[in-house]
């Protein structure tokens, strides 16, 4: 069975520190991995995906398959950053059936 | 262009009731998908179509659920019976392909009394 795992429901950072969110998974073959961010009051919408190696905003994951994770980073939080965060994976092939983790709100303080 | 529209915003309904959610895709998108949030959890995946067919109803709860999509663009998710562990915010999405990335509509919130 497929599983995302995001330990943290909140996480709090100061502007300008460094962000980390973290996403483990569990999935028995090449899963494919994905970022997705719900501002308030917007609808969700994708951040970045693994195999697309981008830095969207300023952010970037690295899937690292020994330790099957693929955490969020971010070096210096803004303010604009405050949102919910969701892990995803999706099976080869299937990049919309994705299995989503419960989500780790951010919230970025002056 | 619009996005993935759905409607209504907001649905309460008594318990045993029958309640029908729509879901308009971006235009020329072949795949729709269904997702269920309830509170506290991220979305989980209900049904996939591409074109017309159901090609993944794995995740519909029983049998009190269905989706239809007749001419493949619009999609509209049925709930038969609804109970109040039904209550949850329903997503649609829709993407180019099957492997290509999804776009998400603002979701039914569905309230069960």
């Known amino acids: 069975a497929q599983r995302v795992t995001q330990p943290e429901k909140l996480l709090s950072v100061f502007k300008g520190a460094p962000v980390e969110l973290k996403c483990n998974y569990s999935?028995?073959?090449?899963?494919?991995l994905f970022w997705y961010v719900q501002y308030s009051r917007q609808r969700l919408q994708l951040l970045l995906r693994?195999?697309s190696r981008e830095s969207i905003k300023g952010f970037t994951a690295d899937l690292n398959k020994g330790e099957t994770s693929f955490h969020l980073k971010k070096p210096f939080a803004q303010e604009e950053d405050s949102a919910m965060y969701y892990c995803?994976?999706?099976?080869?092939?299937?990049?919309?059936?994705?299995?989503f983790g419960t989500g780790t709100r951010l919230q970025v303080t002056l | 262009g619009a996005g993935v529209s759905q409607t209504p915003s907001n649905k309460v309904t008594e318990k045993g009731k029958y309640v029908e959610l729509r879901c308009d895709p971006i235009?020329?998108?072949?795949?729709l998908y269904w997702y269920r949030q309830s509170l506290g959890q991220g979305p989980e995946f209900l049904i996939y179509?591409?074109?017309?067919?159901?090609?993944?109803d794995s995740g519909l709860p029983n049998d009190r659920f269905f989706a239809v999509r007749p001419e493949g663009s619009v999609s509209t998710l049925k709930i038969q019976r609804t109970e109040r562990g039904d209550s949850a915010v329903y997503l649609c999405?829709?993407?180019?392909?099957?492997?290509?990335?999804?776009?998400f509509g603002q979701g039914t919130r569905l309230t069960v009394v």
């Open positions: 995803a994976l999706s099976g080869t092939g299937t990049a919309s059936k994705l299995t």
């Open positions: 999405a829709s993407s180019l392909a099957r492997n290509t990335e999804a776009f």
């Open positions: 999935y028995s073959g090449s899963p494919e």
């Open positions: 179509f591409q074109g017309t067919g159901a090609a993944d």
């Open positions: 235009s020329g998108h072949t795949a």
């Open positions: 693994h195999i």
